[in-house]
């Protein structure tokens, strides 16, 4: 396709009353111009954004984007400088496009982010169109006048309208698109005479209609809602939700909670997965069939196998989850972990860089950092990874069906043997071999009576002296 898509987002957001640049702010996790991008058809010939305020962290935010392969086609940016309206924002793209070979331009907002993938190919595939909505309160928006037979007439700013074009409920949603020669010219005769003395893209879109015919399509308001405020925020965000709900349901996943549940646009859910009130799902994550997540748990860009158990209250980020492993309550997996098929860990565990082999099971308050742990090794209650030495961190690695007793210290770096078994306490500071018993214990002393004779000298304030 030789239509080139340019998203604008060069505004200031004053509404939000933010630092962050309004197209930044995310809905579901991802920001609103990462919607608008992955919406875009995978063979389009370019997209430009236009940036401005902001700009140096939309820069970085694209550049991220693009690493992480989450943007369909290519991007190149366009600095507007002060922003002078939305013409002004397409007059500044003018040696962009000329440059990609543009035959048809796509205009869309960075702020309206619930445009679908299917209106979007639509409209790049027109020749010459408008989305439009209707609203029982059109507000601020620009209103939409039609000749008889439905084609575009006028455009007209709701700040530079007379009172019977306020009262039309039929309004821009702000998204066209138009041939770049038409378009082209029309940008090069804009004024900005008018109310906010801003160059109007609407009146170059209105010259364009003038002389070929511009059609006008009305669609859900949802899907051309812009974000300006807090309030359009969480609703576009609730809007956004009920949307995946239903989705996901309808592909045989189980919500008990619908509405409490949030669930990004990049998460992948497999049939009979089953949410409990109050998860979170953000940036990519994938979760095999069957697969239970619990109460309250946060899982962000991480790959879940199928069976698998999260219990509630586990927070979980750029980790891999084999099948049939339970995890939880309140576990902690962070970035690098990866478990194998059946693996436990239990509350209060927290891993990183962590890879466990078949069967590992760390049921409780452990830190296991910069480790790799062999099939069906066992770690006791409060056993530590000492992964950091205060300047650097050193590694791990123990063997298959090791029994590491609790409350032991491993220091790193070290390496333990198939089959060892560390007892109940130990500072291990030392290789251990495979098959060896390992201990580090100091020496228990017991006093026969002397639980009497301690109570009876703390009783006349002389205590263990
Ligand atoms: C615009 C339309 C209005 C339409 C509405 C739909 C014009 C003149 N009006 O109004 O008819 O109903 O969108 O949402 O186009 N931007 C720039 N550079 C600028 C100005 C704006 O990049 O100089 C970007 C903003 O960041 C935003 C988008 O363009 O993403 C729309 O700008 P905004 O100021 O919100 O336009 P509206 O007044 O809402
Ligand atoms: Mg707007």
Sequence with gaps: MSTVAVIL???????????????????????????????????????????????EQVLAALKSWEQAGLLPCPVTTVDQGEPLGTGHALQACIPELDRLGTSQVAVLCGDVPLTTASTVLHLCAAEALLLAMD?????????????????????????????????????????????????????????????????????????????????????????????????????LQAAAQRRIERHWMGE?????????????????????????????LEGSVTVGEGTRIGQGTVIVDSVLGPGIEVRPYCVIGLAHIGEG??????????????????????????????????????????????TEIGTGTNIGA????????????HRTIIGGNVFVGSDTQLVAPLVIGDGAIIGAGSTITKDVAADSLALSRVPQMSHDGGASRLRSRQKKGTGLS
């Design 9 to 55: 987002a060069a505004g200031l957001g004053t509404r939000m009353k933010s630092r962050l640049p309004k197209v930044l702010h995310p809905i579901l996790g991802d920001p609103s111009l990462l919607w608008v991008l992955r919406a875009l058809p995978k063979d389009l010939r370019g997209a430009v954004v236009v940036v401005h305020h902001g700009k």
């Design 135 to 235: 609203l029982p309160t059109p507000g601020s928006y620009g209103r939409v006048l039609q000749h008889s037979d439905g084609r575009l007439a006028g455009l007209v700013e709701a700040k530079d309208a007379t009172p019977t074009q306020l009262a039309l409920q039929r309004v821009n949603g702000g998204a066209y698109s138009l041939p770049w020669p038409a378009l082209r010219k029309a940008l090069l005769a804009l004024t900005n005479d008018n109310a906010q003395k801003e160059f109007y893209l609407t009146d170059a879109v209105v010259a364009v209609a003038r002389e070929i015919s511009v059609t006008v399509e009305v669609c859900d308001p949802e899907e051309l809602a812009g974000m300006n405020s807090r309030h359009d925020q969480a609703a």
């Design 252 to 280: 045989g996943v189980t919500f008990l909670h619908p509405g409490s549940t949030l669930v990004g646009p990049r998460v992948h859910l497999q049939q009979d997965v089953v949410l409990e009130p109050g998860v979170r």
């Design 325 to 370: 492993s339970k995890i939880g309550p309140f576990a902690r997996l962070r970035e690098g972990t990866e478990l194998a098929e059946g693996v436990h860990i239990g509350n209060f565990v927290e891993t990183k860089k962590a890879k466990l082999q078949r069967g590992v099971k760390a049921n409780h308050l452990a830190y296991l950092g910069d």
């Design 382 to 393: 409060g056993v530590i990874t000492c992964n950091y030495d205060g300047v650097n961190k």
